[in-house]
DNA sequence: AATAAGTTTCAAGCTAACTTGAGAGTCAAG
DNA sequence: CTTGACTCTCAAGTTAGCTTGAAACTTATT
């Protein structure tokens, strides 16, 4: 399989399988004669695995970090690496509410008529 | 105030306070006869204004559009984009919160010693 | 003056995840 | 053997919010 195909399968363009290979998360099995990528029939099922992981916000340097030296993906790799990200979600949580939160106040105060005071002085919030 | 002074007093640095400037957020009142740059002693609320936008969650250009063409913060212009930042916080709530529970489920599989299956089987999530 | 500290402008670098473009080579079909 | 579709490599561009560095100039103090 080629790089065209594998794109298609995997909704993926050419050159981000490329710049995958670039970063150590995939390799074509082979070349051919001329120097065309070839890759194995799983391919495509790894590109997936990247993909899923991106959607739960792991970084491309992250998901390699899933990898063996072998190339194969490791449970217990995986297991301290979504450990991780569980704790940075939370983190990113916990700031959102507060944003949210104080936006909300600021929301209240920025539209109270009888306050007249400049707009700055509605972000004293924090 | 020259720059350092500022800088000083609003914990920025001097560089942070040039790029403000170029990126149209607030502008020194003068120059020196030598080209130094000098502030009115309300540009550090200005600067404390700014900081707490970004502890919003406020982009730079997004500030910039807080302000009207005289140079005034604007009432109405903040609460608009206060709105815009409430909806946009929810969606990263909701995005957070989808990983988080994906996140979850991903780890009770991999903790899972019964299933022998390859690491990559258990992204199937999505 | 001389010196040190502060300031000026401008260009380039940093991170992340790719995209875009140039110029050249390859492959399959007719 | 020619055309068109693919593919190759390598360099540079994209966004955000600055930082870093170079080379030169200003200001205040001695």
New binding site residues.
């Given amino acids: 399989m080629?790089?065209?195909?594998l794109?298609r399968k995997t909704g993926l363009?050419?050159?981000?399988i490329?710049?995958y290979e670039e970063q150590g998360l995939l390799s074509p099995i082979s070349r051919?004669?001329?120097?065309?990528?070839e890759y194995a029939s799983n391919a495509a099922e790894r590109l997936y695995m990247i993909q899923a992981s991106?959607r739960l916000g792991f970084?491309?340097?992250i998901i390699r970090g899933m990898f063996t030296e072998s190339g194969q993906c490791s449970k217990t790799k995986t297991l301290a690496l979504t450990e991780i990200r569980l704790r940075e979600i939370e983190e990113q949580q916990a700031t959102l509410a507060q944003q949210h939160s104080d936006l909300l106040a600021l929301r209240v105060r920025l539209k109270d008529e009888s306050v007249s005071a400049p707009c700055r002085k509605n972000f004293a919030v924090n």
Same sequence: chains 1, 2.
């Fill in positions: 080629k790089i065209g195909e794109a363009t050419p050159s981000a490329r710049f051919t004669a001329g120097g065309y990528r991106k970084s491309l340097d």
